[in-house]
């Protein structure tokens, strides 16, 4: 199955720029539905972008105009391009793979395979 890992979270002032990457192995990226999720402390993960395979892509209300999500198959890697950050956007930010979808889901539980996080921090 698929393994991930992120990288690219860091601290970045109110209105910066941030671009998360998630390196996928065990198998392409390509075959799965891709998304990016993030979690404050005590509170529910939740959807941020997914990406499908035909180039489709969803987001959430609160992103939407300033994350891009997109995907490179031939560095088997997924992308998420944060601009103008706001400080509710600190959170540790999750890539995750599923193969069984062929639309863009943001639902944490439609997701089997995470990576370990990287943390984002807005001020």
């Known amino acids: 199955h698929v393994q991930l890992v992120e990288s690219g979270g860091g601290s970045v002032q109110v209105g910066g720029s941030l671009t998360l990457s998630c390196v996928a192995s065990g198998d392409t990226i390509g075959r799965h539905c891709m998304g990016w999720f993030r979690q404050i402390p005590d509170r529910e993960r939740e959807g941020v972008a997914g990406i499908e395979s035909d180039g489709s892509t969803s987001y959430a209300d609160s992103v939407k105009g300033r994350f891009t999500i997109s995907q490179d198959n031939a560095k088997n890697t997924l992308y998420l391009e944060m601009n103008n950050l706001k400080p509710e956007d600190t959170a540790m930010y999750y890539c995750?793979?599923?193969?069984?979808?062929?639309?863009?889901?943001?639902?944490?539980?439609?997701?089997?395979?995470w990576g370990q996080g990287t943390q984002v921090t807005v001020s």
């Open positions: 995750a793979a599923d193969p069984r979808w062929w639309f863009p889901t943001l639902k944490p539980d439609e997701y089997n395979f």
